[in-house]
């Protein structure tokens, strides 16, 4: 079973900063892939930034220059810095993360509980 926690989130002025972090525990062989997405009022889940196990990063063309995610992986832990905040970018942040649980077995996704970020004007 895997865990993942997502502290942070909160309030914050328009043009402001706030960084998300999402860890993963448990038991599992390795994880791949780690990406945040979004979810705003009245709208559906969209992609926002993805980082693979190598490093390799890629953002949703409307965070690009502003949002930054990054890995830690001797904590099992993504980042998300978002700079530059804009109100209509209130929703909720979900982590998601794919967990090999042994090795040559499948992976499987997993989706933490969501983190309110609230931009206000």
């Known amino acids: 079973q895997v865990q993942l926690v997502e502290p942070g989130g909160g309030l914050v002025q328009a043009g402001g900063s706030l960084r998300l972090s999402c860890a993963a525990s448990g038991s599992f062989f390795s994880i791949n892939n780690m990406a945040w997405y979004r979810q705003a009022p009245g709208k559906r889940r969209e992609f926002v930034a993805r980082i693979t196990s190598g490093g390799r990063t890629n953002y949703a063309d409307s965070v690009k220059g502003r949002f930054t995610i990054s890995r830690d992986n001797a904590k099992n832990t993504v980042y998300l810095q978002m700079n530059s905040l804009k109100p209509e970018e209130t929703a909720v942040f979900y982590c998601?993360?794919?967990?090999?649980?042994?090795?040559?077995?499948?992976?499987?996704?997993?989706w933490g509980q969501g983190t309110q970020v609230t931009v206000s004007s």
């Open positions: 998601n993360v794919g967990v090999v649980p042994a090795p040559r077995s499948y992976e499987y996704d997993y």
